[in-house]
């Protein structure tokens, strides 16, 4: 019975977001609704330490999402947000092998920068091994910017002082 309840939700939703959906500003809040989702989907699917979303979903289709399911509904609603131009793609050389560690250190400064709604993610890039793929907002990429010159400089001044 239960589950006849929860199909019925989920079809009077999905007619909800068809009506609303032709508005940008309606598919902007439904992708970033679904991207903070994703990415607290992919946090805790990769920790194992599933959500209730997740637990629900479980219940509905008898398993947990994994974590490539997560990080892909992540890159897909990232893609839409793009798409819409409410987030922006850059690419930021390093200098250097942009590895698990760089970007881990990277994403640690982020955080402690931007706080809040953290819908940012930085990847290696596709095209160049010596540099991160940003995609964040188009209005903190300056910031962005100034992290990764900052994180640079910090890195060169150890580096001398170690010598």
Not at 19 to 32: D, L, M
Not at 103 to 128: D, H, M, Y
Request: glycine share 6%; net charge positive; aromatic share 6%.
């Amino acid at each position: 019975m239960w589950k006849k309840a929860v199909i019925a939700s989920l079809v009077m939703l999905a007619v909800t977001v068809g009506f609303v959906g032709n508005s940008p500003e309606a598919q902007i809040a439904y992708h970033k609704w679904r991207l903070v989702a994703a990415i607290e989907n992919a946090r805790t699917a990769g920790a194992g330490k599933p959500s209730v979303g997740q637990e629900f979903v479980a219940l509905l289709r008898g398993e947990l999402p994994t974590v490539q399911e997560c990080s892909e509904m992540w890159r897909r609603h990232e893609d839409a947000l793009v798409e819409l131009r409410y987030l922006q793609r850059r690419e930021f050389d390093i200098g250097k092998s942009a590895n698990t560690e760089q970007r881990l250190r990277i994403s640690e400064a982020a955080e402690k920068t931007f706080g809040g709604e953290q819908l940012w993610s930085v990847v290696r890039s596709p095209e160049n091994e010596h540099a991160v793929m940003v995609t964040a907002r188009p209005t903190d990429m300056c910031h962005w910017e100034g992290l990764l010159k900052r994180l640079q400089q910090e890195k060169r001044v150890r580096r001398t002082l170690e010598t």
